[in-house]
């Protein structure tokens, strides 16, 4: 049976380490006991991952005391001087082995992940959801699924710095509007798009972020407020042009309002409990917020 050759670029259990290095199991977790290897990455209780990394670092052992004969304290000392940038931080080594492959198809293999992953939780979830659901549907294994995520949780973390960095991006291109008007348009229409496509993952996100000490990073609310930052600065540009004085006066609690009865009327049309279009829901909130005849866009 020949040799299965281990793509060096991948992870890999012990047992695939094991095959690529030529050490045994005894002295590989020798070495990690006494400190001449890299920490491995836990990818669950009894499960260690490792990588190209760990098997440079076997050979390099093996030079140090076949050619060199040098003892355990000297091994342990030049092995750290050459992998150091790898021994604290696990992402050190993930990093590295992203940047040794192909990035475009890296990225294009963790977003695939993370479309799937917004799929099935708006469908079936977020708790009944599991890894392997998401493996399966992708035709993929847990293994490549560890090379980017930690566990669901961290999963969910970069479900949620998604949208963060969808809304960003939107917002880029919405700034390049000079016409503070159809710029304020075009922030509605695009923000009504964007709940329309992550509704379900909103709720997912304000339910799992309640309460969880280990969900910080996961809160609605850093959305929420970057919207809000971004309507009050508007509305204070926008008296500028004698447009609602009002909002000068404490314009976050006017982006409040605003934003607040636009969110729930967005709410309302996408589970059809508002029959109105979003052409007429743009225009009436414009109408009502920011009247003002002598502006051609009103």
């Given at each position: 049976m020949p040799k299965r050759k281990i793509t060096r670029t991948n992870w890999m259990r012990i047992k695939e380490l094991i095959e690529e290095s030529g050490v045994s199991r005894h002295n590989i977790h020798y070495y990690l006991r006494e400190g001449l290897l890299p920490p491995p990455v836990k990818s669950g209780k009894t499960m260690s991952l490792y990588t190209d990394i760990h098997v440079e670092a076997l050979k390099y052992i093996r030079t140090l005391r076949e050619e060199h004969h040098m003892p355990i304290a000297g091994i342990r000392r030049e092995v750290k001087l050459r992998f150091a940038k790898y021994w604290n931080s696990p992402e050190a080594i993930i990093t590295t082995i992203h940047?040794?492959?192909?990035?475009?198809?890296?990225?294009?293999?963790?977003?695939?992940?993370?479309?799937?992953?917004?799929?099935?939780?708006?469908?079936?979830?977020?708790?009944?959801?599991?890894?392997?659901?998401i493996t399966d549907a992708l035709n993929i294994s847990k293994g490549t699924f560890y090379i980017y995520f930690t566990n669901k949780e961290d999963l969910l973390v970069t479900v949620f710095e998604h949208l963060v960095r969808e809304m960003t991006n939107i917002e880029k291109k919405i700034s390049n509007i000079d016409d503070i008007i159809i710029r304020m348009r075009e922030r509605a229409r695009s923000y009504f798009n964007f709940h329309k496509k992550y509704s379900r993952i909103f709720e997912i996100i304000r339910a799992e972020s309640i309460g969880k000490k280990n969900l910080t990073r996961v809160n609605i609310k850093t959305i929420y407020n970057f919207i809000i930052d971004l309507i009050a600065a508007d509305l204070i540009k926008a008296t500028d042009i004698g447009l609602p004085p009002i909002a000068k006066k404490d314009p976050r609690l006017m982006a409040h309002i605003i934003f607040g009865g636009f969110d729930f009327t967005c709410y309302s049309q996408i589970i059809g409990l508002s029959k109105h279009s979003l052409t007429d829901i743009i225009e009436f909130f414009f109408l009502t917020f920011i009247r003002n005849g002598n502006h051609p866009q009103i």
């Open positions: 940047k040794r492959k192909d990035a475009t198809k890296g990225e294009k293999q963790k977003e695939r992940i993370i479309e799937k992953a917004i799929e099935l939780f708006s469908s079936k979830g977020y708790h009944s959801v599991h890894i392997n659901h």
